[in-house]
């Protein structure tokens, strides 16, 4: 029996559903309009319709500072405005460098507002709490999102890199409810299979987006991944005629939370690739041998 979930998923009540690949623009710091319509257009074109961006993206890898991918997303947009209906536009806030994270409620308030007039767009599909505020009440949260949603400025609202306490204790106090939980999560980075976050996500049918599901680029190139890993990977890649990347994509839409991974590739020629993973037969064997590899013990 193949694990691997290639069907599409739900998001909430949004009425496009997200492909079991999804399109990450950490990276996306391209000032060329052009190259970056060309990224958004090979993804959509491939089914990697959910674009998950963040406002703080754009501070790193090259970019010019805060808000600067949303900024490259929203003339995309601007320039091609039938790209917004063949997607699920996501993006985060919380994080305001060199605040490290402030989930109040006047400031969440005012990031979405920002990221709406960064995206020129009306609405954002999909609002995510980029990381915890440990000093917001969760009830001040929840209220927050609630209300953005009432605004219309948001259509559903999720977490990201929430411990599973973390996630219940928000949970409790939302009225709309909490549609997607994004955790870091790879064959290299298995804690959410581990500290319940996963088995939460199916009990509240929440969709999890597994962020860096090739391990930063480290399962590509084997740095700083375990011998063993690799070595299964790649065992099950010459089964499969495949590659070690799409392997390990694999690895991730087979748990049966079905999530969504989200590569951050800016090569229009390797998200074509990764429709590889696809294609890929897991069994059960496989994703236990890939398990006892990475983490190095054998199961009990």
Avoid at 7 to 35: M, Y
Avoid at 58 to 69: R, V
Avoid at 185 to 198: D, I, Q
Wanted: hydrophobic share 45%; proline share 6%; glycine share 8%.
């Amino acid at each position: 029996m193949n694990l691997v979930s290639t069907q599409t998923r739900a998001i909430g009540s949004l009425e496009l559903r997200s492909g079991p690949l999804g399109f990450g623009c950490w990276r996306f710091t391209n000032t060329d309009v052009a190259t970056a319509t060309a990224l958004i257009e090979a993804a959509i074109d491939n089914g990697l319709t959910l674009i998950d961006t963040a406002d703080v993206y754009g501070f790193d890898w090259g970019g010019t500072g805060f808000g600067m991918s949303e900024t490259i997303l929203g003339e995309v947009l601007a320039a091609a405005p039938a790209l917004r209906t063949g997607m699920i536009l996501a993006t985060k806030g919380g994080i305001m460098p060199p605040l490290p994270y402030d989930s109040s409620a006047d400031y969440l308030a005012a990031a979405c507002d920002a990221s709406l007039s960064r995206l020129q767009t009306d609405v954002i599909d999909l609002y995510q709490i980029h990381r915890p505020d440990m000093f917001a009440h969760p009830a001040e949260v929840a209220g927050a999102l609630d209300a953005l949603v009432a605004a219309g400025k948001i259509r559903e609202y999720g977490i990201s890199n929430y411990t599973p306490d973390q996630y219940e204790a928000l949970a409790a106090y939302c009225q709309r409810g909490i549609v997607t939980t994004q955790p870091q999560y790879s064959a290299a980075h298995l804690e959410p299979l581990r500290n319940g976050l996963l088995d939460k996500s199916m009990r509240d049918r929440v969709l999890p987006l597994a962020w860096s599901p090739l391990a930063g680029g480290r399962i590509p190139t084997g740095v700083d991944i375990p011998e063993a890993l690799v070595a299964v990977l790649d065992e099950i890649a010459k089964r499969e005629r495949s590659t070690r990347s799409n392997v390990a994509l694999a690895f991730v839409l087979a748990h049966p939370s079905r999530p969504v991974a989200i590569i951050g590739t800016q090569n229009p020629s390797r998200i074509v690739e990764s429709l590889g993973a696809l294609d890929i037969t897991l069994t059960r064997d496989d994703v236990y041998d890939i398990i006892e590899a990475s983490e190095g013990v054998p199961l009990p």
